[in-house]
T-cell receptor, first 112, second 113 residues
């Protein structure tokens, strides 16, 4: 079954404690992206990757890091989380010749 | 500036009636538009897309209309059902922008019994 998985689905943490949210896809898609969704602001892109070892900043990259060492995984790293990073995070994937994206189930993060 | 937005944050529709969700965009260079549906607790799901060389595209119970003159996009849902309750996002893809998609803020569709 084609799918995009995220882990964890829910996370409560404290300010400054490094965390990683994983994203994995089994569709062999080149393109992967991270979004955050906040009330009244909709989906905003954090980082995206066109292929292995290629990453670019989205609209709101501050406070986040990503890596793309292999095609199927695109982890989102918060080196020093802050309360303003409390949000709902979505990973998305797509092929290089299609603009449609397939979204993961979301990770709800609360930073205290 | 460049933006994609929705006219109404919430739309209430009687079950069985048709729903129309609107979206405005400001970048005339955008050439690809997508509608997503997001149900509570789930990630956005692709519904239908349209390219700028088309004015209309139909799917199963859904139709997307594109008016490039006024930079307006709409999603029509025929015979609305309770399962259509969700937040609907429009999104635009700009030419020469490396697959960067800009999402609107979303409209919540509420189905009245």
């Amino acid at each position: 079954e084609a799918q995009v998985t995220q882990n964890p689905r829910y996370l409560i943490t404290v300010t400054g404690k490094k965390l990683t949210v994983t994203c994995s896809q089994n569709m062999n898609h080149e393109y992967m992206s991270w979004y955050r969704q906040d009330p009244g602001l909709g989906l905003r892109q954090i980082y995206y990757s066109m292929n292995v070892e290629v990453t670019d900043k989205g609209d709101v990259p501050e406070g986040y890091k990503v890596s793309r060492k292999e095609k199927r995984n695109f982890p989102l790293i918060l080196e020093s989380p802050s309360p303003n990073q409390t949000s709902l995070y979505f990973c998305a994937t797509g092929t290089s010749d299609e603009e449609t994206q397939y979204f993961g189930p979301g990770t709800r993060l609360l930073v205290l | 500036g460049e933006s994609v937005g929705l006219h109404l944050p919430t739309l209430s529709v009687q079950e069985g009636d048709n729903s129309i969700i609107n979206c405005a965009y400001s970048n005339s260079a955008s050439d690809y538009f997508i509608w997503y549906k997001q149900e509570s607790g789930k990630g956005p799901q692709f519904i239908i897309d349209i390219r700028s060389n088309m004015d209309k595209r139909q799917g199963q119970r859904v139709t997307v209309l594109l008016n490039k003159t006024v930079k307006h996009l709409s999603l029509q849902i025929a015979a609305t059902q309770p399962g259509d309750s969700a937040v609907y996002f429009c999104a635009e893809n700009e030419m020469n922008r490396d697959d960067k998609i800009i999402f609107g803020k979303g409209t919540r569709l509420h189905i009245l019994p």
